[in-house]
């Protein structure tokens, strides 16, 4: 038998070096990501908001140094959404372009985009996976009876998908 724990023997549970374990080969299409960063104050604000918010879904902007992959400012946004803020939201365009303005003031860029799931885990749906853009990392925090329990990363591939979960390092 052959299989990933087959060696070059053929002994089950040993790699090519005899060495035994299960093994798991190495993306060779693409390079290893380094963990999604976030600061404890950026985290600790989406939490907040996301408790504020409830039972509406909130959102906002993730800010960070330019240049940089660590988001280190959770920007507060309107969701203009009103109909069904409870499971859907949409930045105002003009707190984007403010949001936008003062990080270009301030040496930051735009990391990402945050939400929340109002008593629903904190994973991507596909209304929230069709409006992603590629390159920003995207923050879902599950608020259950307006405690925040969860937080989730992804990041789209190209632009409206598909979402890749990315690990959340807090620092």
Same mark, same amino acid.
């Given at each position: ?7 070059? %023997? ?19 299409? =693409?390079?290893? =990501? ?5 600061? @404890? @104050? +950026?985290?600790?604000?989406?939490? +907040? ?25 959770? /920007?507060?946004?309107? %969701? &203009? ?12 365009? =003009? ?5 936008? /303005?003062?990080?270009?003031? %301030? ?18 749906? =596909?209304?929230?996976?069709? /409006? ?7 923050? &879902?925090?599950?608020? +259950? ?7 989730? +990363? ?18």
């Amino acid at each position: 038998m052959g299989g990933p724990a087959a060696g070059a %023997n053929g002994e089950e549970g040993r790699d090519r070096d005899g060495v035994s374990g299960l093994w798991r080969p190495l993306p060779v299409h =693409r390079p290893l =990501r380094p963990p999604v960063k976030i600061s @404890s @104050s +950026a985290i600790e604000a989406v939490r +907040a908001h996301g408790s504020e918010g409830y039972p509406d879904e909130i959102c906002g902007i993730l800010v960070g140094p330019r240049g940089g992959k660590t988001a280190t400012e959770a /920007r507060h946004a309107r %969701n &203009i959404v009103v109909e069904r803020a409870r499971d859907r939201y949409e930045i105002d365009p =003009r707190d984007h372009i403010r949001i936008q /303005r003062e990080a270009d003031a %301030n040496g930051h860029d735009i990391i990402g985009y945050y939400h929340s799931h109002p008593d629903h885990p904190a994973q991507a749906s =596909r209304f929230d996976t069709e /409006r992603a853009w590629a390159g920003y990392v995207y923050v &879902i925090v599950s608020v +259950a009876k307006g405690e925040p329990v969860d937080a989730n +990363a992804f990041v789209a591939e190209r632009d409206g998908g598909p979402f890749r979960p990315e690990a959340l390092e807090i620092v």
